[in-house]
């Protein structure tokens, strides 16, 4: 009978469709079984005020240890394949909240606002960077940028972030290994560590340097906080800049209309957000007890993953949920999750969005669209490749 449980739907048709399957299976119901990685049975949620509610609910846990994986054995929905001190991503209140505190002071949306001018200078020397008729936009810009940012923010050398950035590629990939996902991870944690080493020594600027004269933390658990937000602050980022980037490439009319405008700038990131909903397989959590949800009990024991792509198109709350309107003026969508866990960096998301779009715009008539590869083996949606070329060059 259990084999007749669907796993989480995969692939897709097109670069901007849903993962195949996923809008079928939400117009069925809003919770369904589902067969996970190793086995196990648990739930999906598609429905937007359900998925909000599991995210917020104290009777689902964000405990590693305690839930499933609907997609890989050892990389779960991003989650660390292995518990250390500070990894608050998988630890409920009150111990999240401590962790958390700590680090959501430094990243206020007035302080990430403080580095607009900086972002804007890195966008524009990473353009004055492309050479040749044709460039790549993903390694020209949309991949170098996040990491530059979120490097410079924890203070972290540039030449430590490149090797960061490979290794996150690896662990964050479907085709990988549960060892190979383990090695990676333990190989950025060794980096990572070093670093925090160094800036206990030499106080460099950045936020381990602050985290270490604070005292509240020791090396492993600054650590952890250093790993979470350059996983946070790198891949998602680049794969939105690169899908944003790719959507105006296809639209010049849309491109056009929100160029110069700031405002209609931000608005269009945050229906980018919803559309594209980049964490294709959602988040899970785990049942602390029994639970009614949508006319379904859940088992103290069994997990539940929450499908942001299914919410973020839910029609119920966003009207036309499939036509990505860069109008649609509505910020009340669950790319960053919900919660106490919602992402803590969030604000410097929003804020390394917008500036590379104005930047992109600012030479958008300078550039024509060649071509693009979508990846197919990771838990985040995105593109390997955006090539395009500069108008009036063969």
């Not at 190793?38 to 590693?64: A, K, N, Q, Y």
């Not at 839930?67 to 500070?86: C, F, L, N, T, V």
């Not at 899970?284 to 499908?307: C, F, N, P, W, Y």
């Amino acid at each position: 009978m259990n084999e007749h449980i669907p796993t989480i739907p995969r692939g897709r048709t097109g670069v901007f469709d849903l993962p195949t399957g996923l809008a079928e299976l939400a117009a069925k119901g809003p919770v369904h079984r589902l067969r996970y990685a190793g086995g196990h049975l648990g739930w999906i949620v598609t429905d937007f005020d359900l998925c909000r509610r599991v995210l917020t609910m104290p009777e689902f846990s964000s405990r590693p240890d305690l839930r499933h994986s609907a997609i890989h054995e050892a990389i779960g929905d991003g989650q660390p394949p292995e518990e250390r001190p500070g990894m608050f991503v998988g630890m409920d209140p009150p111990d999240h909240t401590h962790y958390r505190r700590i680090v959501a002071a430094a990243l206020r949306l007035g302080e990430m606002r403080k580095l607009r001018s900086g972002i804007a200078g890195r966008a524009a020397a990473l353009f004055d960077a492309c050479d040749g008729d044709q460039f790549d936009l993903v390694s020209g810009l949309a991949s170098p940028l996040p990491a530059l940012v979120i490097t410079e923010l924890l203070g972290v050398e540039e030449s430590v972030s490149h090797t960061l950035a490979r290794c996150l590629e690896q662990m964050l990939s479907l085709e990988s290994t549960a060892d190979q996902v383990r090695a990676m991870f333990g190989r950025i944690f060794d980096e990572l560590g070093e670093v925090v080493r160094r800036r206990r020594a030499d106080h460099a600027p950045g936020f381990i340097t602050n985290m270490i004269l604070d005292g509240t933390l020791d090396d492993a658990e600054m650590t952890s906080v250093a790993f979470q937000l350059y996983t946070a602050g790198h891949e998602t980022t680049t794969n939105m800049i690169a899908l944003s980037c790719l959507h105006l490439l296809r639209d010049p009319a849309a491109a056009h209309a929100i160029s110069g405008d700031d405002a209609a700038v931000a608005d269009a990131v945050e229906e980018f957000l919803r559309f594209f909903s980049i964490i294709q397989y959602g988040i899970s959590r785990a049942a602390l007890k029994d639970v009614e949800l949508g006319g379904q009990v859940i088992a103290a024991g069994e997990t539940v993953t929450v499908s942001l792509p299914a919410a973020n198109f839910d029609p119920a709350r966003f009207p036309d949920p499939h036509v990505l309107d860069l109008r649609r003026g509505d910020r009340g969508h669950l790319a960053f999750g919900f919660g106490v866990h919602q992402c803590v960096a969030q604000q410097l998301a929003r804020v390394e969005l917008v500036v590379a779009l104005e930047s992109f715009l600012e030479r958008y008539d300078e550039l024509a669209l060649v071509g693009f590869e979508m990846k197919t083996d990771t838990i985040v949606h995105g593109l390997t490749r955006l090539v395009v070329r500069r108008v009036g060059r063969p």
